[in-house]
């Protein structure tokens, strides 16, 4: 598989569906949008990258925020996306973001069947 992009923010219970989909995907790369309380306390894989953002800033602002953090570092032109976890305006942001750098976007999940392209 290619490479995961995931929310990593707020939701009962979110952490534990966004763990098992990298644990059970086979990402090779793995870049989780998050703020300073998931960098301080969310254990990464090797092959995961935290991206650190302020939830707090304006929708125009956190999107630009996350194409600036992301730009030349996915090398898939598509990506599997997941926003089980996270706000609306931060899920606006990153979809957003993603869709100014080109990429091509496949939505997936962790289901009772295991992971799926919803």
């Known amino acids: 598989m290619p490479t995961l992009i995931a929310c990593l923010s707020t ?3 979110t952490w534990g569906h966004v763990s098992r989909l990298i644990e ?9 949008i998050t703020n300073e ?3 301080e306390n969310f254990t990464k894989k090797e092959n995961t990258e935290l991206v650190i953002v302020d939830p707090n800033q304006g929708l125009k602002e956190l999107q ?3 194409e600036t953090k992301l730009k030349g570092k996915i090398k898939d032109p598509e990506v599997f996306l997941n926003m089980v ?3 609306g305006k931060e899920h606006m942001a990153l979809l957003s973001a993603l869709l100014k ?6 939505l997936t999940a962790l289901t009772k069947e295991g992971i799926k392209e919803i």
């Open 64 to 66: 630009k925020d996350i």
């Open 24 to 32: 059970d995907g086979k990402f090779k790369n793995v870049f989780l």
């Open 37 to 39: 309380f998931g960098k």
């Open 85 to 87: 976890s996270g706000t």
């Open 101 to 106: 750098l080109g990429l091509g976007i496949n």
């Open 11 to 13: 939701g009962k219970g």
